[in-house]
């Protein structure tokens, strides 16, 4: 009981994002006392259901421990659920009562909704549900923010015409991650980093996001996005802004989203030359979801050529980077998962000692699993011998930091939202940006239908990105 100080909603509550992420995010915060005092939660969806079932449906994802029984009872206490559908004024009108029986309150409403009804339910959000007097709304939204600059353009308008930029929260959760999050501290608090930070010092940089698992039943979702919308154009570029934009006058929001904005303004966009494209095959003699190949999958169109495996090289025309690969490299049905980011050094000059046994020194950034920074580097082999030999200054986070608990992406970005922190959100410049770059590639895709080359399910993906990789002056022994 009591007047509420927040009422936080989740539009789509019976979908699958709200019970895997959002239901489950919103758990963790409250039994971590990290919610403000007195937050209610109201879930909102289509089918007739009850908080009951809310529960029953995000419980297998919400990781209770034992003993924390009695605290999942009061969380979902502190739940409702309307159903009501998305276009109807009437409904959100219900909405706007169950919110405003809570007293005068800030109020967050999460659209964990398919694009298709993006549009209706904002207008009726603004209709109806904004707080009154001197409380704030804020709305958070997921991609897919459109399929190509005219769609995501045509929704930033729609959304820009409803809300200020500062009510907006479009969640990318790539920059939830510790690893993401630690990409400007280790950049612009470093000494050592910034003399080399450029064309001189660095030979090439390569981010890539591996997956173990095909599309796992959303084929439909998928085929109609491909790797490209899917991982690359959000996730892996914002992580090539945080490599490669200038340092930010200061560390606000609009300061380092100016700095993100004016390193994808230098970026060319990509030509499909520039690219290698796969799509999985089933593994012969594998088993179970491995012997599946993409266009095994029934929700997936018969002959669909979009790519489960994309790797492009990204060009930035600045003074700083000029001549410098980026390389971004993403794929489902993987050997294992691992996102990473490896800036490789120039070569050593004047090498004095044998060829071939100095290798380049690399720093890698390893955003999951087992979160870690290491450099690549040379000493000497110890004992009598003066070889030189790879080794590595190794930060690696489970063993320097012991009994390490790192918060869940969602969780750092949710306590944001509800703190008014926009540093780690897309502002819609940058979303038009990127858009910018991958858009004539994507429309060559869906226009000339180029055949992905095949890989095997659980392989490292197609060796023609590895060549292309080579070809663009990046220099491994190992495998990456
Ligand atoms: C999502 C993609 O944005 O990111 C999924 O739509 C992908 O296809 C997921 O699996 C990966 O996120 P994470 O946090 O598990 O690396």
């Not at 920059?175 to 608090?189: H, Y």
């Not at 979702?221 to 919308?229: C, P, V």
């Not at 690219?275 to 179970?288: A, D, M, S």
């Not at 490896?342 to 087992?370: H, S």
Request: with cysteine; charged share 30%; net charge neutral.
């Amino acid at each position: 009981g009591g007047a509420a100080s927040h009422v936080f909603v989740v539009l789509g509550a019976s979908g699958d994002l709200a019970k895997k992420k959002i239901y489950p995010t919103l758990w963790w915060l409250f039994r971590d006392g990290l919610l403000p005092p007195k937050t209610y939660f109201i879930g909102y969806s289509r089918s007739k259901l009850t908080v009951d079932d809310i529960k029953k449906k995000a419980l297998p994802f919400m990781k209770v421990k034992n003993g924390e029984e009695q605290k999942v009872e009061q969380f979902f206490k502190i739940n409702e659920y309307i159903a009501g559908s998305y276009d109807s004024p009437g409904d959100f009108s219900k909405l706007n009562k169950a919110i405003e029986q809570k007293g005068s309150c800030n109020r967050l409403f999460y659209l964990a909704l398919p694009p298709t009804v993006y549009e209706s339910v904002t207008l009726n959000l603004k209709a109806t549900c904004m707080s009154k007097s001197d409380k704030w709304t804020r709305v958070i939204v997921e991609k897919p923010f459109g399929k190509d600059l005219e769609s995501s353009n045509r929704l930033s308008n729609h959304l820009s015409a409803l809300f200020k930029e500062e009510e907006l929260y479009r969640i990318d959760h790539y920059l939830g991650k510790e690893m993401v999050q630690n990409l400007m501290v280790l950049r612009f608090a470093n000494r050592i980093f910034s003399p080399v930070w450029n064309r001189d010092g660095i030979a090439s940089v390569v981010i890539s996001f591996k997956e173990p698992f095909g599309t796992q039943g959303r084929g439909g979702y998928f085929d109609e996005f491909g790797i490209i919308r899917d991982v690359m154009q959000n996730h892996l570029m914002q992580i090539l802004t945080l490599v490669a934009m200038e340092k930010p006058p200061t560390t606000n929001a609009e300061d380092i989203r100016n700095e993100k904005v004016k390193v994808l303004k230098s970026i060319q966009p990509v030509d499909i030359k520039d690219t290698v494209l796969g799509q999985y095959v089933g593994k012969p003699g594998g088993k179970g979801d491995e012997a599946q190949g993409y266009l095994d999958d029934p929700t997936v169109p018969k002959g669909s050529v979009t790519p489960t495996f994309a790797t492009a090289v990204l060009h930035v025309k600045n003074e700083r980077w000029d001549g410098v690969p980026f390389i971004l490299r993403c794929g489902k049905a993987l050997n294992e998962r691992k996102a990473e980011v490896r800036i490789q050094f120039k070569d050593v000059a004047g090498d004095i000692f044998p060829d071939g046994e100095v290798k380049r020194n690399e720093l890698v950034i390893r955003v999951q699993p087992d979160e870690a920074v290491y450099l690549k580097m040379m000493a000497k082999s110890p004992g009598m011998s003066f070889n030189c030999e790879e080794t590595e200054l190794d930060l690696s986070y489970s063993s320097r930091y012991k009994d390490l608990k790192l918060p869940d992406a969602y969780e750092r970005l949710i306590l944001d939202v509800f703190s008014g922190i926009q540093i780690n959100f897309v502002r819609s410049d940058e979303l038009y940006e990127a858009w910018r770059i991958f858009t004539p590639l994507l429309n060559k895709i869906e226009t000339e239908k180029p055949k992905p080359i095949t890989y095997v399910y659980g392989s490292r993906g197609p060796k023609e990105s590895d060549e292309f990789m080579a070809d663009r002056d990046f220099k491994y022994t190992g495998t990456y």
